[in-house]
């Protein structure tokens, strides 16, 4: 019997935003879109591509509620990346009771949010900085 834990294989770069740093530094200096039960926080990163993270506190409902929401938005993540395009992080804060509701319409409102959200961040990237020269 092989002793060595199993790692799990991963397409490509990281889609995780890791450390605490790199989340409040989203969340200090990122665009913030509101979408029905939840906010989508929108950041620049360094990395060369985009990578999702998630807030969802215990009022949200129970492990399973929690973990059903992470999961739909990180298939999302991954099957519409389109919506997520460019070097960005996206932070997914779930607010209130998360509801029961139909995958198809969870992913659009994730993506048409998130698509508002990059799109006002690469608005205000193309903007001159305020009182100063460009």
């Given at each position: 019997?092989?002793?060595?834990?199993?790692?799990?294989?991963?397409?490509?770069?990281?889609?995780?935003?890791?450390?605490?740093?790199?989340?409040?530094?989203?969340?200090?200096?990122?665009?913030?879109?509101?979408?029905?039960?939840?906010?989508?926080?929108?950041?620049?990163?360094?990395?060369?591509?985009?990578?999702?993270?998630?807030?969802?506190?215990?009022?949200?409902?129970?492990?399973?509620?929690?973990?059903?929401?992470?999961?739909?938005?990180?298939?999302?993540?991954?099957?519409?990346?389109?919506?997520?395009?460019?070097?960005?992080?996206?932070?997914?804060?779930?607010?209130?009771?998360?509801?029961?509701?139909?995958?198809?319409?969870?992913?659009?409102?994730?993506?048409?949010?998130?698509e508002a959200a990059g799109r006002e961040l690469d608005a205000?990237?193309?903007?001159?900085?305020?009182?100063?020269?460009?």
């Amino acid at each position: 019997m092989n002793a060595e834990p199993r790692k799990r294989a991963r397409r490509g770069a990281d889609p995780r935003i890791g450390s605490s740093r790199d989340f409040e530094k989203a969340l200090k200096g990122g665009v913030r879109r509101s979408g029905p039960g939840f906010a989508i926080v929108a950041a620049p990163n360094e990395t060369g591509h985009s990578r999702l993270g998630f807030i969802v506190g215990a009022a949200c409902g129970n492990a399973v509620r929690r973990n059903r929401f992470r999961r739909l938005a990180r298939e999302c993540f991954r099957l519409h990346p389109t919506s997520f395009a460019g070097a960005k992080d996206f932070i997914v804060i779930a607010r209130g009771r998360i509801q029961p509701r139909p995958t198809g319409e969870l992913w659009s409102e994730l993506r048409r949010t998130a698509e508002a959200a990059g799109r006002e961040l690469d608005a205000r990237a193309s903007r001159p900085p305020p009182g100063g020269k460009p």
